[in-house]
């Protein structure tokens, strides 16, 4: 993945650059267009830090005509386009090109509306995902989705990533919390989809928008809902002598018709990366530590606690412990919401893999990755939200020393492949971005990927809208269209006919 | 005439590919069930998917099952019940309501028709649990997207490209599904004798409070008589349903008595005779009234449903009842289905959309029986159709009359 290769730049568009630059300035005045090299660093790569490329030039618009108008002149021209929001994504999503505008949507910062009783909050793109609860819990409601970024990544990137989070088994991932959007197509379109009713009508364009990467519109306005929350949450905090115990609890749980709040499991390296960080008294000489948080009323709560206890007891926990309080629950949480920078300290990188696989294959992917490990010579530690299979181990790599980062790539890949041969896919959340895309391949074949791209085309028929991301290769929308008609030649001897 | 019922998703593509070839449009059917739901189809050939069945796969633990898209839903629902889990966006039964009888309908007629019911607050809809499927696009091709994982944001989600799209996209051969336990136990309060107005306050208070309402759902005295087996008779019922574990139910419906008080007397209705109230409520059972009078059913903000039907009732006569809230409103018309004015009142209270769900052939060959889009959206539409069916092979003018798409002037906006 070192090797990627982007599209390559359009000559025309950089030839014209200055000119490029001044239109932009005219379509957003004041302090929105910046093209000086040493303010566009900034800008330069997203979460995915290995990719680095300063764009043509960044263009911050305020208004839902500024971004229109700025899609349908680059449409016009043929100019690339990359949209950003906080620029959190950890799969390169928002990767600049040469060529392209960045459009940067982080000035769109405002809650348009608060709704109680429909229990919907309209807020521009920009806004933060924490920052939507923050605007409603003073009355007691929240928006249930909570990626690990939510204090920096903004609500229009979680549409565009179908973000999830340590809650999403129970609550469910941005699309199912997503009422409607208003989007600017790449023509310069704005469309509305969906909106404070349930279900969006005629085609489910709203579904196909979450999670489509920036390749697809520009989100200008989202409709979310927002829950009341939970009157009480505690966790049990469960260690096994193996990770198939472990495995084996979470199913039982499952099993059993209970649907925790959280369900999160970290492996022995893990356990001692974060205890040794924030000591929040993890057993030691545990191979899988289980974080089984429950919420609703407290009667609730303590009636499922009994029970999640007998199932941890049956599969041979050697200890569990249940949060007496508000401060122990947070400590329980404290290791694993820190199990990512507690990893940094032991290693100077880290590499962040998000596979999914069904939950029964984890022992088998864990004794997979720990041959992997012991091929390339560099470690792994994992953490993993158990309730729905979504793994994401951390490869261990020190960046200064050559060939490393390649080889820890070369690992992540071989994960990824393993997670997609037990029947689970490459991306659980963070994306395909650039980081997957070549191995795209592993999971759909042409056809699919035809159809895909054919979406695609129905959107933006030139393919300027965030060119060389979650495709592995980019085909023209007139190919794409072509029919090869096939079969047919007979009435089907084959088939049952009345 | 001819009438392919393939038996395997080979057969699908084979059947498919013919009448790419012969450029001859087919009928996608499994049981019919919706067949009357929709603008009346004019092709000389079906495909029909009734006998492409089968669960694939089933695994409890992982929340998991994929079947062929012909597989009867009521074999599935069945299966799960089993084993203690189901569908939790319980997709309604059009059967009845639409003159045909209860129990019928495919699992892939599921997802083409985004099925939904009560718990639609609380659970969503089959998009919301739709994990993967495989299917045949108008091209002739067979593809696949998604996977058996609940989480998974590999490539576009063209799983839920098909939610609603009443097989104008794609033939679906193989759809997987999340499924959920079902609730231990579940119990209804029915405060009795509100107004529209005043129920549509009593939901509100209840939805926003700690107590995790399943299902809210408001019927007038005129129509509370169709529903329960008459048990209700007398006196509209605001109803409520709390699902969960024995203590949990327990306790929170003891809260949402103290909560509403206040609005009216408070009736308690527990298990089946719960169960059996919400079937009728998610299947449109007051109105399943064997007659083609046009039933509309009109998704929108739920906080103005009743504010929408006083004024649609200042101009025209209309049974109505609310569930989600008032989120999704059912309306009977006498018999004009009056839908320009309709969809003018939905516009002007918040927006969302209405469609027409029953109504006689020509009626639904004459009006738009799904909301009329705006231009820049229904270009949008058909750009995706001709994406997946250039040659308009699927269902042609099922969802938007041939030819053209179906636009409302911007002006109306």
Same mark, same amino acid.
């Given at each position: 993945?070192?090797?990627?290769?982007? @599209?390559? @730049?359009?000559?025309?568009?950089?030839?014209?650059?200055? !000119?490029? &630059?001044?239109?932009?300035?005219?379509?957003? @005045?004041g302090e929105g267009v910046v093209d000086a090299v040493n303010e566009m660093r900034a800008f330069e790569s997203d979460g995915l830090t290995a990719y680095r490329q300063l764009p043509l030039v960044v263009v911050l618009p305020e208004t839902v005509a500024q971004v229109s108008r700025i899609l349908k002149y680059c449409d016009d021209r043929k100019i690339r386009v990359v949209p950003r929001g906080s620029g959190t994504s950890l799969s390169g999503g928002a990767l600049p090109l040469e060529d392209a505008v960045l459009l940067v949507m982080s000035r769109f910062n405002r809650i348009l509306e608060i709704d109680y009783p429909n229990r919907t909050v309209i807020a521009q793109p920009g806004v933060t995902n924490l920052g939507i609860t923050t605007a409603v819990e003073q009355e007691g409601f929240y928006y249930a989705p909570d990626p690990s970024s939510q204090i920096a990544c903004s609500i229009g990137g979680n549409v565009a990533e179908n973000s999830g989070g340590v809650h999403s088994l129970k609550y469910g991932l941005t699309a199912n919390n997503v009422l409607g959007i208003e989007m600017v197509l790449m023509n310069g379109e704005v469309i509305r989809l969906g909106g404070k009713h349930l279900d969006s009508e005629g085609y489910d364009l709203l579904g196909v928008m979450t999670g489509s990467e920036g390749l697809l519109g520009v989100v200008t306005e989202v409709t979310v809902r927002i829950l009341r929350k939970p009157e009480t949450a505690r966790a049990l905090l469960i260690g096994f002598p193996t990770s198939e115990q472990g495995g084996q609890?979470?199913?039982d749980i499952i099993g059993a018709g209970i649907i925790p709040g959280g369900m999160e499991m970290m492996d022995r390296p893990a356990i001692h990366a974060a205890e040794d960080f924030v000591h929040a008294g993890y057993p030691r000489e545990c191979e899988a530590l289980l974080i089984v948080e429950l919420d609703g009323p407290g009667v609730e709560v303590d009636h499922l606690i009994g029970r999640v206890e007998a199932i941890a007891l049956k599969n041979g926990s050697t200890t569990c412990r249940i949060s007496q309080s508000e401060q122990e629950r947070m400590t329980f949480w404290a290791g694993r919401k820190a199990a990512f920078p507690a990893v940094g300290r032991i290693s100077p990188d880290y590499y962040c893999m998000d596979g999914t696989i069904p939950r029964k294959e984890l022992p088998r992917v864990l004794a997979g990755m720990r041959e992997l490990s012991e091929q390339y010579g560099l470690g792994v530690a994992n953490v993993f939200h158990a309730g729905d299979g979504n793994l994401h181990p951390?490869?261990?790599?020190?960046?200064?020393?050559?060939? =490393?980062?390649?080889?820890? !790539?070369?690992?992540?890949?071989?994960?990824?492949?393993?997670?997609?041969?037990?029947?689970? &896919?490459?991306? #659980?959340?963070?994306?395909? #971005?650039? =980081?997957?895309?070549?191995?795209? @391949? =592993?999971?759909?074949?042409?056809?699919?990927?035809?159809?895909?791209?054919?979406?695609?085309?129905?959107?933006d028929p030139n393919h300027l809208l965030n060119p060389g991301k979650v495709f592995p290769q980019l085909r023209r929308c007139a190919e794409l269209g072509r029919m090869h008609i096939s079969g047919g030649k007979l009435p089907f001897p084959d088939i049952p006919r009345f | 005439m001819t009438t392919f019922t393939p038996t395997s998703p080979t057969e699908t593509l084979s059947a498919v590919e013919w009448a790419l070839a012969n450029e001859s449009p087919l009928e996608i059917l499994g049981h019919g069930s919706k067949r009357g739901l929709g603008r009346p189809l004019q092709t000389e050939h079906t495909l029909d998917l009734s006998q492409l069945t089968g669960v694939t796969l089933y695994e409890p633990e992982e929340l998991v099952l994929s079947a062929r898209a012909g597989t009867p839903l009521a074999e599935i629902e069945k299966l799960l019940a089993d084993h203690g889990q189901e569908l939790a966006f319980e997709p309604m039964d059009y059967g009845p309501l639409l003159g045909g009888v209860a129990g019928r309908g495919t699992i892939g007629g599921v997802l083409a028709a985004n099925l939904a019911g009560p718990r639609r607050l609380k659970a969503g809809a089959a998009r919301d649990h739709i994990l993967g499927i495989n299917a045949v696009s108008g091209r002739g091709e067979a593809f696949k997207s998604g996977g058996r994982v609940v989480k998974n944001v590999t490539g576009y989600d063209l799983s839920k490209a098909m939610a609603g799209s009443w097989g104008t996209l794609a033939v679906l051969t193989d759809v997987t599904f999340k499924v959920l336990p079902a609730a231990e136990t579940e119990v209804t309060l029915a405060i009795r004798g509100l107004f529209d107005e005043e129920a549509a306050a009593a939901m509100a208070l209840a939805l926003g409070s700690s107590e995790e309402v399943s299902s809210a759902a408001h019927v007038p005295e005129n129509l509370v008589g169709s529903i329960a087996g008459g048990a209700l008779k007398g006196a509209s019922a605001t109803l409520l349903r709390v699902e969960g574990f024995g203590p949990s139910v327990a306790f929170r419906t003891k809260k949402l008595i103290d909560l509403l008080k206040n609005a009216g007397p408070i009736d308690e209705i527990s298990g089946d005779a719960s169960k059996a109230l919400w079937r009728d409520i998610r299947d449109c059972a007051p109105f399943a009234d064997g007659t083609e009078r046009p039933v509309w059913r009109v998704s929108m903000a739920p906080s103005q449903a009743h504010a929408m039907v006083m004024a649609l009732r200042m101009e025209e006569a209309t049974d109505a009842f609310y569930d989600w809230q008032g989120g999704l409103v059912w309306l009977r018309m006498q018999a004009d289905p009056e839908a320009d004015l309709l969809r003018r009142l939905v516009r002007k209270f918040g927006g969302g959309h209405a469609t027409l769900v029953r109504a006689n052939h020509s009626l639904r060959a004459s009006l738009a029986v799904f909301e009329p889009q705006l231009p820049a959206l229904a270009g949008l539409s058909a750009r995706l159709k001709e994406q997946f069916d250039p040659k308009g092979i699927l269902n042609p003018g099922r969802m938007v009359p041939l030819g053209k798409s179906a636009t409302l002037a911007a002006s109306n906006e």
């Open positions: 993945m070192s090797g990627l290769v982007m @599209p390559a @730049p359009d000559q025309s568009t950089l030839s014209r650059r200055a !000119e490029i &630059v001044a239109d932009m300035r005219i379509i957003v @005045p609890c979470v199913a951390l490869i261990l790599y020190d960046a200064n020393i050559p060939g =490393e980062l390649d080889k820890a !790539e070369n690992f992540g890949a071989d994960i990824l492949r393993l997670c997609v041969k037990v029947g689970g &896919v490459l991306t #659980g959340e963070h994306g395909v #971005g650039v =980081e997957k895309r070549d191995l795209m @391949p =592993e999971m759909f074949n042409q056809i699919d990927l035809d159809q895909q791209m054919r979406v695609k085309c129905a959107f | -």
